[in-house]
């Protein structure tokens, strides 16, 4: 198993060699490194306030992917259960396990600018790095809890149960979107950095100041 840290953890049995998972892999690695480091947070202090403020922007970013996902889904039969995959609303509760109340809560602002899914190659763009940041998130709940942050207030970081399945769910209807070259590789592709993008953005008032 390849560790990745925030943003995935990508079981090496799942790449098919030559295959579009693995051609989506390689052409994301870059901005996944500078995202991870960027963060890098496996190696710093955590607390309840930075804790707090990893939710908040983070379901900034869940909120408007997941709604993009989801109409997608309504409209492609053959759609990854996307309702099973979702966080946002783990986030908000989250935050109310911190003490968060309804109106700072519904007040947390949403990232404008994020890709959306208007076919099944750029929703699987985004099924590549939301299934790979659950994966991830596994690392960053051990960090949280053992800094002292109540579990129910983590339950954002790793989905909800059978997060593995999903994610071999999403390599398979990846691999068989077809080929690298295939134009619609190239879009998934072009989807899940554009993804990474936008957590770079988003993300960035967490970054670390060494980055």
Do not use: K, N
């Not at 966080?87 to 990232?111: H, K, Q």
């Not at 579990?151 to 149960?161: D, H, I, K, M, Y």
């Amino acid at each position: 198993m390849t560790t990745d840290g925030v943003t995935g953890v990508v079981p090496a049995g799942d790449r098919r060699p030559g295959g579009a998972l693995a051609h989506v892999r390689a052409a994301t690695s870059r901005a996944h490194e500078e995202l991870d480091g960027s963060l890098d947070v496996l190696h710093r202090p955590w607390d309840v306030d930075l804790h707090r403020r990893w939710l908040e922007l983070t379901l900034g970013l869940l909120d408007p992917l997941e709604a993009s996902l989801a109409r997608w889904a309504r409209t492609d039969p053959a759609a990854l259960d996307v309702a099973a995959r979702a966080r946002a609303g783990l986030a908000r509760g989250d935050l109310r396990a911190l003490g968060a109340d309804e109106a700072a809560v519904s007040a947390v602002p949403l990232c404008p600018d994020v890709p959306g899914a208007a076919d099944r190659a750029q929703a699987l763009g985004l099924c590549y790095v939301l299934d790979g940041s659950t994966l991830g998130g596994t690392l960053i709940h051990r960090t949280a809890v053992a800094a002292g942050v109540p579990e129910r207030a983590c339950t954002s970081l790793v989905g909800r149960p059978g997060a593995g399945r999903r994610w071999r769910e999403t390599a398979a209807a990846v691999d068989a979107l077809g080929a690298p070259g295939d134009a619609a590789v190239e879009e998934m592709t072009a989807t899940a950095l554009a993804a990474f993008a936008a957590y770079r953005r988003w993300l960035a008032p967490l970054a670390r100041a060494s980055a």
